[in-house]
């Protein structure tokens, strides 16, 4: 990997830093555990759209590592590396079978995967079937912030192809 691409990855690992631990700091959006914007989740549609899956996966890996030892606990990384591998496997594919257009949809359909996933974590921790009883909500806001988060990706591809490194 050249030193300018590495560089560049490092940037947007920690620009995604960033914008996890500001929005941690926010109230929740809803009285409801576990659901958030995913703002981060902006850096890795980016990097899908520019660079190959490949480094927005190392980006995306670096984000949750650092994210959970910074921020988090460690079952916090868990639950992360759950809902962030599966929505990243989502994205990835949408990525692809719609030729890097449509981001807002590749967000959604990571929303939802990432919720999923965190699910799926919950479920293997606790044993307890219940906990799917919190899908249907979850899978609701993973549209939704899908979506925004889509739409925020979307305005930056806008400005970053502006850039020479981009064009």
């Known amino acids: ?17 960033a914008i996890y631990s500001v929005e941690s700091m926010l109230p929740p959006l809803v009285p409801l555990p576990g659901i958030k914007l995913g703002l981060a989740n902006i850096v890795t549609l980016l990097l899908l759209q520019l660079y190959d899956a490949r480094d927005a996966a190392l980006v995306l890996l670096a984000r949750i590592l650092l994210s959970s030892l910074l921020f988090g606990q460690a079952m916090s990384l868990l639950y992360s590396l759950c809902g962030g591998l ?3 496997a989502a994205m990835t ?11 807002e949809l590749t967000s959604i359909l990571g929303g939802i995967f990432h919720n999923v ?3 799926m ?3 293997l921790i606790t044993a307890v079937p219940a906990v799917l009883a919190y899908l249907p909500y979850l899978l609701i806001s993973g549209i939704v912030t899908g979506l925004f988060t889509g739409l925020c990706a979307r305005f930056a591809l806008h400005c970053l192809r502006r850039l020479p490194p981009f064009r």
């Open 121 to 123: 974590a919950a479920l």
């Open 86 to 88: 599966l929505c990243f």
């Open 1 to 17: 990997m050249h030193t300018r691409k590495l560089t560049i990855l490092a940037l947007f690992a920690t620009l995604a830093l």
């Open 117 to 119: 996933g965190q699910i």
């Open 93 to 103: 594919l949408a990525s692809r079978l719609l030729h890097r257009r449509f981001p």
